[in-house]
Each structure stands twice: as structure tokens, then as C-alpha cells.
């Protein structure tokens, strides 16, 4: 993974095998997204884990900790952020067009008030299944 800050913010994805730009990831597939959602977050979380490694080897060997290494590193989470922030709004927008064509071809196989049930039911659903999940976190 290399990054780059320049004028635009781009990002070298190994998965997807190409350099993106921000204002590029709109247009890739969605197969394309998933990788890079996946990438994006595999190398935050990596660089999380290198800060608090060499952070600790730094203290336990009592050498002094590379400030310039550090705020490199945080660039670059910054900028994996921004994109996984843009990969994030694009799955919030596939839901929302998904959804609404959902209930339209739906609405030709069943009535309005058909509909109606169905999501009265999967609301209900919905918040049992969000009460047994807090339940289970509250027992741990």
C-alpha cells in the first residue's frame, strides 16, 4: 500500500491493483469497493497496531520514540480514513436506491397493505433481535 498526498488525496490499492483518487472511488464496482473497504480497514487497524509496538519498544528499551515515523504513520491513517469514509457513503446510497426499487417491484407482486404488514412485522423483528443482542452484551 502506498499513499500519497498531493493536490488530490489517492490511495495505491494492492487488492484492486490500481491508484485511486477520492473523487475515482464512485466509479468502481462493487466488487472493487468490497476489496478496498477491506483493504482500508485492514490497514488502518495495521498501522494502529505498528504505533503501539513501536511505542512500546520504544518505552521498554528506553530509546527515544520517532515523532517524524509517528506523524507519517498518522498521515496515512488519515487518508485511509477519508477513503473509508467515501467507501462508507457509497454503501449507505446503494441502500437507500436498493431499497427503494426493493419496494417497488415488490409492490407488483403484493398490495400496499400486504406491504404494510411486512414491514410493521420486520420492525418488530428487528428491535427483538436489537434487545437480545444488548441482553447477550449485558450478561459478558
Known amino acids: 500500500m502506498k499513499l500519497s498526498l498531493s493536490m488530490a488525496l489517492?490511495?495505491?490499492?494492492?487488492?484492486?491493483?490500481?491508484?485511486?483518487?477520492?473523487?475515482?472511488?464512485?466509479?468502481?464496482?462493487?466488487?472493487?469497493?468490497?476489496?478496498l473497504k477491506d483493504e482500508l480497514i485492514f490497514a488502518i487497524d495495521s498501522m494502529d497496531r505498528s504505533l503501539?509496538?513501536?511505542?512500546?519498544?520504544?518505552?521498554e528499551s528506553g530509546e527515544p520514540y520517532n515523532q517524524e515515523w509517528h506523524q507519517r504513520v498518522r498521515r496515512k491513517q488519515k487518508v485511509c480514513?477519508?477513503?473509508?469514509?467515501?467507501?462508507?457513503?457509497?454503501?449507505?446510497?446503494?441502500?437507500?436506491?436498493?431499497?427503494?426499487?426493493?419496494?417497488?417491484?415488490?409492490?407488483?407482486?403484493?398490495?400496499?397493505?400486504?406491504?404494510g404488514i411486512v414491514e410493521q412485522k420486520t420492525e418488530l423483528d428487528t428491535q427483538d433481535e436489537l434487545l437480545a443482542i444488548r441482553e447477550k452484551e449485558l450478561i459478558k
Open 81 to 115: 480514513q477519508a477513503f473509508l469514509v467515501e467507501v462508507s457513503n457509497l454503501d449507505k446510497m446503494y441502500d437507500v436506491i436498493y431499497k427503494s426499487f426493493f419496494i417497488k417491484n415488490l409492490l407488483k407482486y403484493i398490495s400496499e397493505e400486504d406491504l
Open 52 to 59: 503501539m509496538e513501536v511505542a512500546t519498544q520504544s518505552e
Open 10 to 35: 489517492t490511495f495505491k490499492s494492492k487488492q484492486i491493483e490500481k491508484v485511486i483518487t477520492l473523487d475515482e472511488i464512485q466509479y468502481l464496482s462493487g466488487s472493487e469497493l468490497f476489496l
